[in-house]
């Protein structure tokens, strides 16, 4: 299974580090990408990174602003959020597939799902 943590509610500007932990699977053998979704929205692919290479991708809204990476050793991918504004704020989950990235989502069928954790932005 996959678990976030990290979500919370902070100011324009601000930042926050989202964690993706895994258990029962190594998530270094997997692409995992971060999805965040607006009620009433679809579901938006903000962050992949691909196994292997380690080759990252990031959605246009937040390039420049978030940085996705892996700690092998602790088996998590992470979400570094900066300079965030209040169009962020919206439920995060992270997501593992076994075949790699596609724009910053995950190609074909996606295995693993996280739960979610909430990000708010405001003052």
């Known amino acids: 299974q996959l678990v976030e943590a990290g979500g919370g509610l902070v100011q324009p500007g601000g930042s926050l580090r989202l964690s993706c932990a895994a258990s029962?699977?190594?998530?270094?053998?997997?692409?995992v990408a971060w999805f965040r979704q607006v009620p009433g929205k679809e579901r938006e692919g903000i962050s992949c990174?691909?196994?292997?290479?380690?080759?990252?991708f990031y959605a246009d809204s937040v390039k420049g602003r978030f940085t996705i990476s892996r700690d092998k050793s602790k088996n998590m991918v992470y979400l570094q959020m900066n300079s965030m504004e209040p169009e962020d704020t919206a439920n995060y989950s992270c997501?593992?597939?076994?075949?790699?990235?596609?724009?910053?989502?995950?190609?074909?069928?996606?295995?693993?799902w996280g739960q979610g954790t909430v990000a708010a932005v405001s003052s």
């Open positions: 029962g699977f190594t998530l270094d053998y997997y692409a």
């Open positions: 990174i691909n196994s292997g290479n380690g080759n990252t």
């Open positions: 997501a593992a597939a076994s075949s790699w990235c596609e724009g910053a989502g995950l190609k074909g069928y996606v295995e693993i």
